[in-house]
């Protein structure tokens, strides 16, 4: 995967910050922390029903992060698979590239799903309740969908295979 670092004005997503509103647990950084971008080639996210971020059709953003202090990992991507990732291995560096074909039809499909709906926060009432744990939240035409890698914690499984296949075709993982 073609992967480049450039600097360049970003903005703060609606769904970043509802992301930590909604969480039910703090996602803090600091003053010096670089605000992340909107989706790749669309630039904003919208309010859904109940005021809840979503993303445009075909849009997804990823947002991870380990415990309360580690750094924020924010993944855009675009209905023709361009992605951005901004601080991909905690490092600071904005990483962009393309998916694949096959990833990207796997990739519009799942966020075709209409079960994806049933897997919202919003709909499932989803709280956090790990501390220190891997908390990755997608945000999509749907919804918000939040998960954390706890012991016994079950996984939306439309959800996981979008968090699977992004996690896994694009370059880095958050670091701790």
Do not use: F
Not at 57 to 69: D, I, W
Not at 147 to 173: F, K, N, R, V, W
Request: hydrophobic share 35%; charged share 15%.
């Amino acid at each position: 995967m073609p992967s480049a670092s450039r600097s360049r004005a970003v903005r703060v997503p609606v769904a970043a910050l509802l992301v930590v509103a909604l969480a039910g647990c703090s996602l803090p950084g600091n003053a010096d922390d670089a605000p992340a971008p909107g989706p790749v080639g669309t630039g904003s996210s919208r309010s859904g029903p109940g005021g809840v971020a979503t993303a445009g059709k075909g849009e997804v953003s990823l947002l991870q992060r380990v415990g309360t202090n580690g750094p924020l990992r924010t993944l855009n991507v675009a209905p023709d698979g361009r992605w951005e990732c901004v601080d991909c291995a905690g490092d600071g560096v904005t990483s962009t590239g393309v998916l694949g074909p096959e990833h990207v039809t796997r990739l519009q499909g799942l966020l075709a799903d209409p079960g994806l709906a049933k897997e919202t926060d919003q709909v499932r009432r989803y709280q956090v309740t790990c501390i220190d744990a891997l908390t990755s939240s997608l945000v999509t035409s749907a919804g918000l969908v939040t998960s954390q890698d706890c012991p016994g914690e079950e996984h939306p499984p439309i959800a996981h295979e979008i968090l699977l296949l992004l996690t896994q075709a694009t370059p880095a993982e958050p670091t701790a």
